[in-house]
T-cell receptor, first 112, second 112 residues
Framework: AQSVTQLDSQVPVFEEAPVELRCNYSSSVSVYLFWYVQYPNQGLQLLLKYLSGSTLVKGINGFEAEFNKSQTSFHLRKPSVHISDTAEYFCAVKGNNNDMRFGAGTRLTVKP | DGGITQSPKYLFRKEGQNVTLSCEQNLNHDAMYWYRQDPGQGLRLIYYSQIVNDFQKGDIAEGYSVSREKKESFPLTVTSAQKNPTAFYLC???????????FGPGTRLLVL
């Protein structure tokens, strides 16, 4: 079975600064990787996904992530954050079966 | 507009009562899922269904039941056997081969 570890439960950052949210996974099979964002009292919205091909994946709202197979990581990055990026971010991994595993989440707080 | 709807937004349960959470999708997706979200724990899979009239238990199915009589609908019943039902419940759906899950806005269940 797959598992996901989000290394930081909270990340505070100032507006216009760069940010990296870290995600590591473990799996014995090939995986698909996802990042979702959740605003308060709402469902999850897909930011980006890696299924195959280029290891650098670009998503919505200026976010991108890089799949690193040797380090089993899929870190999320944004070069300049906005106040509106304040939210909870979830990394998820899916194997060849229908089993999606989510990390515990990272709360990103962007301060003015 | 295509999407996933969940109702109600807030639901209150009395002791010993069964309650049912609604999830409807008009995306023509084959697979549907129910997750439970507790603070600091990410999402945990309750049940999922890959096709009509078929569903499988997830990691925390005890105290819950589902049905899948129509492709568009996947209601979740929280039974009186679920002793700690207070949580945020999220429904999702996917076209299985594309692997990406899309989420509804969620239902918050509270116990009176």
């Amino acid at each position: 079975a797959q598992s996901v570890t989000q290394l930081d439960s909270q990340v505070p950052v100032f507006e216009e600064a760069p940010v990296e949210l870290r995600c590591n996974y473990s799996s014995s099979v090939s995986v698909y990787l996802f990042w979702y964002v959740q605003y308060p009292n709402q469902g999850l919205q897909l930011l980006l996904k890696y299924l195959s091909g280029s290891t650098l994946v670009k998503g919505i709202n200026g976010f991108e992530a890089e799949f690193n197979k040797s380090q089993t990581s899929f870190h999320l990055r944004k070069p300049s954050v906005h106040i509106s990026d304040t939210a909870e971010y979830f990394c998820a991994v899916k194997g060849n079966n229908n089993d999606m595993r989510f990390g515990a989440g990272t709360r990103l707080t962007v301060k003015p | 507009d295509g999407g996933i709807t969940q109702s109600p937004k807030y639901l209150f349960r009395k002791e010993g009562q069964n309650v049912t959470l609604s999830c409807e999708q008009n995306l023509n997706h084959d697979a549907m899922y129910w997750y439970r979200q507790d603070p600091g724990q990410g999402l945990r899979l309750i049940y999922y269904s890959q096709i009509v009239n078929d569903f499988q238990k997830g990691d925390i199915a005890e105290g819950y039941s589902v049905s899948r009589e129509k492709k568009e609908s996947f209601p979740l019943t929280v039974t009186s056997a679920q002793k700690n039902p207070t949580a945020f419940y999220l429904c999702a759906s996917s076209i299985v081969v594309l692997e990406t899950q899309y989420f509804g806005p969620g239902t918050r269940l509270l116990v009176l």
